[in-house]
């Protein structure tokens, strides 16, 4: 009887371990392993699939997606017209080459790009490192001061 037991359970646990890979492979985490699916408990599954496992719908986060859309968007325009082989008439005739024949200089035209378009990429990311080195260097000015508190 204790056989009859184990096998009855062990083919349990088989069956479901394999029931928790087909619901994930239809809605869970397709980088998880099988062993990492099987040793999941069934509201975990439940909680963590694209469609419920940590989306945030909040208006903040909408808001921060729509702004990223927009961002993307003009960084796309400004792609556009930087670019020197997009033409259907030929590669002189793109808006930077045009730009330069109506008399505007490279910085002329970089500026008149970021006024309608917003600074480049290239110009956030530099902003961005400015301001986590500026952050990096206040939080060492911090621990350096309550260092010197505590002696």
Sequence with gaps: MGLSAGTLYETDQYVQG???????????NPYASEDEVTQQSWGDLARNNEYTGGVDYSAKSMDKALDNSGQAYKDA???VMTSHTFSPLGPDLNP???ASAAGLSGDE???MLDGSLGPSPEE?????EAAQAAHAAHAAQEQAQQGGDAG
Excluded: F, P, Q
Excluded at 124 to 128: L, M, N, T
């Design 18 to 28: 394999t029931m928790k890979i087909v619901v994930n492979a239809g809605m869970g």
């Design 77 to 79: 325009a400004r792609d």
């Design 96 to 98: 930077a080459n045009l």
């Design 109 to 111: 035209y970089n500026d």
């Design 124 to 128: 956030r990311a530099k902003e961005a």
